[in-house]
């Protein structure tokens, strides 16, 4: 495995990091930055709340980094101490690693992040890809996780094929395109022009990873022994909510289903939507 080169060119990763860093001052409260080593690379960690408190780690999704839980923190740190982890291969401050995804490593590179924070044990959110990495971790590691919560997940039913040809037709028409495939994301909720700025900067310069995220077998799925809550929108455009909740019900002990009317597959406001089940 090698590192890649993620973006289309110099000017557009520094102004992917100058937006990053930038966000980083909307923070919600105060925190610290850290490298954790992992046998994949360097990862970028921004952490906050009480040192003391049980610990939560964030996983944002693909084309995304940590900056996407900036507005969420003070909520998420009224009981935890928070953990934001950039995964490697995205558009954020961790190694530019793109290891195979129906390998273990992604299991193994969080696996390293926890060893790294020297925790035993942690709650897992996770948002789309991110998602699917707390998954492929929960699934050979359960007892270090105490609580997972599965914001539209991959590797669970596969996507809509819909989904990818759209999203390839709006692309062709330049940033217009791509400004309207960026709404239809968030479903019926608008977008604010300062996030639909973000995203557009990084859709247009970043190099996305191409390919299907695997399925996890029934086997691996019913290891699932911790309280789960699935969260997902009912205008989600790349995967079915319901249908994502019906396979689980049939293999995990303990699942809660949070349907969003209106949302899409990327949400605002997304601590709101855990609250009950994190006690926040």
């Known amino acids: 495995m090698t590192n890649v080169s993620l973006y289309k060119s110099a000017a557009g990763e520094q102004a992917v990091m100058a937006s990053y860093d930038a966000a980083l001052q909307n923070w919600a409260v105060p925190f610290t930055t850290h490298e954790i080593p992992t ?23 693909a084309g995304g980094n940590s900056t996407i839980w900036a ?9 935890f101490r928070v953990y934001a982890a950039d995964l490697i291969g995205e558009a954020g401050k961790s190694a530019a690693a793109r290891p195979e995804w129906d390998s273990p490593a992604f299991g193994e590179w969080l696996e390293d992040v926890l060893n790294g924070l020297q925790l035993e044990q942690a709650a897992l959110v996770g948002v789309s890809q991110g998602a699917w990495t707390a998954l492929k971790f929960a ?35 330049g940033q217009r395109g791509t400004r309207r495939l960026v709404q239809e994301l968030f479903g019926d909720v608008q977008v604010p022009e300062d996030v639909a700025a973000i995203i557009v900067q990084i859709t247009t310069t970043f190099k996305p990873r191409m390919g299907v995220l695997p399925i996890f077998n029934d086997t691996e799925l ?23 909740a019906a396979r689980l019900n049939q293999l995990v002990p303990e699942l809660t289903v949070k349907r969003v009317p209106g949302a899409g597959h990327a949400m605002l ?9 994190l006690k926040l």
């Not at 906050?48 to 964030?58: F, K, N, Q, V």
């Not at 507005?71 to 009981?79: M, V």
């Not at 105490?146 to 997940?153: M, Q, S």
């Open 139 to 173: 699934v050979t590691a359960p007892q270090r996780v105490t609580r997972l919560v599965l914001i539209a997940p991959g590797g669970i039913i596969p996507d809509r094929l819909s989904f990818a040809l759209k999203a390839v037709v709006l692309m062709l028409f």
């Open 269 to 277: 406001g997304t601590a709101a939507h855990l609250a009950d089940f």
């Open 71 to 79: 507005g969420d923190a003070a909520l998420f740190c009224r009981r």
């Open 222 to 244: 019913r290891r699932l022994t911790m309280p789960i809550l699935l969260v997902g929108g009912t205008k989600d455009m790349m995967r079915d909510v319901d249908k994502i």
């Open 39 to 61: 046998r994949y690379g360097s990862t970028f960690v921004i952490a906050c709340g009480d040192e003391t408190a049980p610990p939560l780690i964030l996983l944002h999704g």
